[in-house]
């Protein structure tokens, strides 16, 4: 079973639009963290946002914000006021709890284009 | 502040040929490391992780291989290429406590013709 399913394949947005991409899971875990990662056309993976299980507040990072929905297992992302420079793919990834090394399982993406 | 290298950025390399891909961290010490692969608009598969040296946990079978000689290095092996390893090659580290997120270098794409 997939464990990480981004359902948009690909977004077009005005320019200084708000953008949600959408991103749920499937864990029998308590603890486990999700991640939103940016990949411009690069290649780079770019760090985002980070929200834990137990966290009670949604985590915000600058123009990015999760709207964490742990009933639904929905962790979407939100940008405000999206700019150009925000035109890439997006990835959400989910660690499942535990010591040690764990890995991330990653969505196959969605890619943003941000229009002027 | 830590920082992650990869190299090469780019290769390309005939059916048969052996492969060795280096990814070394500064900074920080005693790193879990990741290698993780990604096919053409594709999400990341994890193909190795190491949580000190000479310890590597493979997460897919295949003609591909890894190795930590030293705490902050961790080297993508093969022998012999196949098409099928052609893409794009991401090391990534974390400092092993939670949340443990993982920052990712500039990746190696790989083309085997």
């Known amino acids: 079973a997939q464990k990480i399913t981004q359902t948009q394949p690909g977004m077009f947005v005005q320019e200084k639009e708000a953008v949600t991409l959408d991103c749920t899971y499937d864990?029998?875990?308590?603890?486990?963290?999700l991640f939103w990662y940016k990949q411009p056309s690069s290649g780079e993976m770019i760090f985002l946002i980070y929200?834990?299980?137990?966290?009670?507040q949604n985590a915000t990072e600058g123009r990015y914000s999760l709207n964490f929905q742990k009933a639904r297992k929905s962790a979407n992302l939100v940008i405000s006021a999206s700019q150009l420079g925000d035109s890439a793919m997006y990835f959400c990834a989910m660690r499942e709890g535990g010591r040690g090394a764990q890995k991330l399982v990653f969505g196959q993406g969605t890619r943003l284009t941000i229009n002027p | 502040s830590q920082t992650i290298h990869q190299w090469p950025a780019t290769l390309v390399q005939p059916v048969g040929s052996p492969l060795s891909l280096e990814c070394t961290v500064e900074g920080t010490s005693n790193p879990n490391l990741y290698w993780y692969r990604q096919a053409a608009g594709r999400g990341l598969q994890l193909l190795f992780y190491s949580v000190g040296i000479g310890q590597i946990s493979s997460e897919v079978p295949q003609n591909l291989s890894a190795s930590r000689p030293q705490d902050r290095q961790f080297i993508l092996s093969s022998k012999k290429l196949l098409l099928s390893d052609s893409g794009f090659y991401l090391c990534?580290?974390?400092?092993?406590?939670?949340?443990?997120?993982?920052?990712f270098g500039p990746g190696t794409r790989l083309t085997v013709l």
């Open positions: 864990t029998s875990d308590q603890s486990y963290g």
């Open positions: 990534a580290w974390s400092g092993g406590s939670w949340p443990d997120t993982q920052y």
């Open positions: 929200q834990g299980s137990y966290d009670e």
